[in-house]
Structure formats: structure tokens, C-alpha cells
């Protein structure tokens, strides 16, 4: 659904939405400013203080707008600037750097009280895949995540606020890499890296050379290990809360799986 023309009033935004590729479908361009329904106002409002207060060194965060009345949600749609920028293959050094900046910004804010409610399928397949919350799966996943809770060994943490959706970088050129779509978990912030390589791996047709640029991370193995067993507890969730038929997309992870496996320090 399009954002409604009292929403676009609100903002000050005009001109007709243009849906993007990105944002699973419902995240829309108008003119320089970006609008996107919050399914989580709570969420939605808190992200938004998160960002606004963050001092941007090394990286960009969009700037959100404010509606005439004040509020930064209008019937559940928040509204930001739209940042130029292209999300390129490879890149890694710079990847990690901006991970890197955009976590030392984070540091020392607290996780708000609602992180611990979370029941959406992103949320449990994190809590499953730290040990939180046991696991349980479909028969179709058992093989892969029964290999990669074989190799889990435990590991000392400091959590803080991270991206959990860390391939979310656009680059331009002459500005710092800008961070999109804040997906925010309360994990070790070397676990953004984990996520962006076992992705890159998965889908972005990466090889395992990716992993020199990610070389003396502590427990890098371990972060690999929960970081692919969100992702295959997330299809999990999917099929049981959404009914999405994507159990099958376990295929495409098991070289994945197995090279994870070889890696694990006994």
C-alpha cells in the first residue's frame, strides 16, 4: 500500500511514491525523502532517537523528518531523507570499517525493555541461535543446524547495540558510507561482521578468501557459527509464523554450513 496523501501532507513530502527495491516492498521513494509503515511504533520511535542523537563519524545515518504536529509517526509511517548511494559487491575493508565507526557510536546505550519481548521471527531465531531460547526446528533444516550446533563452543561476550542486518551499505562517492534499514539486536558487535560475511557467502557469491579481512577478530569462528544459524532459524520462523514457503532456501546454505564447520577451532 502506497503511503496515504494525508501521510505525505503531514511530512511536507510531495510528488508520487515510487516504490523500492529494497525494504521488502513497502519502503517508498518521494522526491528526496524515504517513507516506511512501522509495524512497531515502541520500535519505531526509539530507532529514531537512536539515530538522531548519533554523532556521524566515518559513516552516514538518514536524517529523519518531523510532521507539522510534531510527531516522528504518522498513522505508523515514519518518513527520512533519502541517502544517495549504491550498495556495491566486495568492498569488505570498507564494509568493516563502517561497521566498525557506526558500533563505536553505539556503544554504551542500553537495550531498551522491548527487546526482551520480541516474538517476531527474526527476534526468536537470535535468541535460538545464542542459547536463549531452545531450539527447535522443521525436519527439513534439522541436518544443517544439527551440523552447526555440534560446532557451537562457548565464548565470552560484551553485548551492545548492533546492525543486525549489516549488508544494508550504500556507497557514493566523496561522502562516508552510509548505514540503512537499523535492524537493532543486543549482541557483540564483531557478530555485524559474522552476519555480513555469512551473507556475502550465501548470496553474494563471495569465497572464502573474504575472511582475510575479517582476521583477528576473537572468536570469529563461534560468531560465524550463531551468525548462520540465525539466518537458517530465521527460515524456520518464517514458515511458521508467515506460512512463506522458503524451507527449500536451505539448499543454497549448506556449502556455506560445511565451510563454517571446517573452521571451528576445536
Same mark, same amino acid.
Given at each position: 500500500?502506497?503511503?496515504?496523501?494525508?501521510?505525505?501532507?503531514?511530512?511536507?513530502? %510531495? &510528488?508520487?511514491?515510487?516504490?523500492?527495491?529494497?525494504?521488502?516492498?513497502? =519502503?517508498?521513494?518521494?522526491?528526496?525523502?524515504?517513507?516506511?509503515?512501522?509495524?512497531?511504533?515502541?520500535?519505531?520511535?526509539?530507532?529514531?532517537?537512536?539515530?538522531?542523537?548519533?554523532?556521524?563519524?566515518?559513516?552516514?545515518?538518514?536524517?529523519?523528518?518531523?510532521?507539522?504536529?510534531?510527531?516522528?509517526?504518522?498513522?505508523?509511517?515514519?518518513?527520512?531523507? #533519502?541517502?544517495?548511494?549504491?550498495?556495491?559487491?566486495?568492498?569488505?575493508?570498507?564494509?568493516?570499517?563502517?561497521? $566498525?565507526?557506526?558500533?563505536?557510536? *553505539?556503544?554504551?546505550?542500553?537495550?531498551?525493555?522491548?527487546?526482551?519481548?520480541?516474538?517476531?521471527?527474526?527476534? *526468536?531465531?537470535?535468541?535460538?541461535?545464542?542459547?536463549?531460547?531452545?531450539?527447535?526446528? %522443521?525436519?527439513?533444516?534439522?541436518?544443517?543446524? &544439527?551440523?552447526?550446533? !555440534?560446532?557451537?563452543?562457548?565464548?565470552?561476550?560484551?553485548?551492545?547495540?548492533?546492525? &543486525?542486518?549489516?549488508?544494508?551499505?550504500?556507497?557514493?562517492?566523496?561522502?562516508?558510507?552510509?548505514?540503512?534499514?537499523?535492524?537493532?539486536?543486543?549482541?557483540?558487535?564483531?557478530?555485524?561482521?559474522?552476519?555480513? $560475511?555469512?551473507?556475502?557467502?550465501?548470496?553474494?557469491?563471495?569465497?572464502?578468501?573474504?575472511?582475510?579481512?575479517?582476521?583477528?577478530?576473537?572468536?570469529?569462528?563461534?560468531? *560465524?557459527?550463531?551468525?548462520?544459524?540465525?539466518?537458517? *532459524?530465521?527460515?524456520? &520462523? !518464517?514458515?511458521?509464523? #508467515?506460512?512463506?514457503?522458503?524451507?527449500?532456501?536451505?539448499?543454497?546454505?549448506? =556449502?556455506? $554450513?560445511?565451510?563454517?564447520?571446517?573452521?571451528?577451532?576445536?
Amino acid at each position: 500500500m502506497n503511503p496515504p496523501a494525508h501521510v505525505l501532507d503531514a511530512f511536507g513530502v %510531495h &510528488g508520487n511514491p515510487v516504490r523500492m527495491p529494497s525494504g521488502q516492498g513497502i =519502503t517508498f521513494r518521494v522526491g528526496e525523502s524515504v517513507l516506511k509503515p512501522s509495524y512497531n511504533e515502541v520500535e519505531a520511535i526509539w530507532i529514531i532517537e537512536i539515530l538522531s542523537g548519533l554523532e556521524e563519524r566515518g559513516f552516514r545515518v538518514p536524517q529523519y523528518l518531523t510532521a507539522t504536529d510534531g510527531d516522528v509517526l504518522v498513522d505508523s509511517w515514519m518518513a527520512y531523507e #533519502f541517502l544517495p548511494g549504491t550498495m556495491l559487491e566486495g568492498h569488505w575493508a570498507a564494509k568493516r570499517e563502517a561497521l $566498525v565507526l557506526f558500533h563505536i557510536a *553505539l556503544k554504551g546505550i542500553p537495550p531498551p525493555p522491548f527487546f526482551a519481548n520480541r516474538d517476531d521471527p527474526w527476534a *526468536l531465531a537470535d535468541f535460538m541461535a545464542w542459547g536463549e531460547l531452545p531450539i527447535t526446528c %522443521h525436519e527439513r533444516l534439522k541436518p544443517a543446524i &544439527g551440523k552447526l550446533v !555440534h560446532c557451537l563452543r562457548p565464548i565470552r561476550v560484551t553485548n551492545q547495540i548492533i546492525q &543486525g542486518d549489516p549488508s544494508n551499505i550504500l556507497f557514493e562517492e566523496g561522502l562516508p558510507p552510509a548505514i540503512i534499514d537499523f535492524c537493532p539486536y543486543w549482541r557483540p558487535s564483531a557478530f555485524a561482521l559474522a552476519v555480513l $560475511v555469512v551473507d556475502a557467502l550465501v548470496w553474494k557469491n563471495a569465497e572464502p578468501p573474504i575472511l582475510q579481512w575479517f582476521e583477528n577478530i576473537r572468536d570469529f569462528d563461534q560468531l *560465524l557459527v550463531r551468525a548462520e544459524l540465525r539466518r537458517l *532459524l530465521e527460515l524456520d &520462523g !518464517h514458515y511458521r509464523q #508467515f506460512g512463506k514457503d522458503c524451507l527449500d532456501e536451505v539448499d543454497a546454505h549448506l =556449502t556455506t $554450513v560445511d565451510f563454517i564447520c571446517s573452521q571451528v577451532v576445536s
